[in-house]
Nanobody, 124 residues
Framework: QVQLVESGGGSVQTGGSLRLSCAAS????????MAWFRQAPGKEREGVATFYTGSQTTLYAEAVQGRFTVSQDKASNTMYLQMNNLKPDDSSMYYC?????????????????WGQGTQVTVSS
């Protein structure tokens, strides 16, 4: 059973940085599509970045391109989301997710496994 546990959220001012972590366990193969999503109150869940753990290739949403970076520590099966130059519009609950099948996607409905979420709040 795949389990995902996020940590690292918090409150920062505009222009600040945060690093989110997603500790993963239970994968049966080495190349998995993982992703970061976010959801603000009253809004739909949106993809932030998707990442193949084997090839370590990443796609970013246009809203975060150049400010957010995904990385991975293979030894600990932990995925990170480094968020720089944060803006108030980045305030959301952030979720780590993993897809049971392969194939790029930013659609939340394509992802089977989800973490509990971690809150990011950016004040102006």
């Amino acid at each position: 059973q795949v389990q995902l546990v996020e940590s690292g959220g918090g409150s920062v001012q505009t222009g600040g940085s945060l690093r989110l972590s997603c500790a993963a366990s239970g994968f049966s193969r080495n190349n998995n599509l993982m992703a970061w999503f976010r959801q603000a109150p009253g809004k739909e869940r949106e993809g932030v970045a998707t990442f193949y753990t084997g090839s370590q290739t990443t796609l970013y949403a246009e809203a975060v391109q150049g400010r957010f970076t995904v990385s991975q520590d293979k030894a600990s099966n932990t995925m990170y989301l480094q968020m720089n130059n944060l803006k108030p519009d980045d305030s959301s609950m952030y979720y780590c997710a993993a897809r049971a099948s392969i194939g790029w996607s930013f659609d939340p409905s394509d992802f089977t496994y989800w973490g509990q979420g971690t809150q990011v709040t950016v004040s102006s």
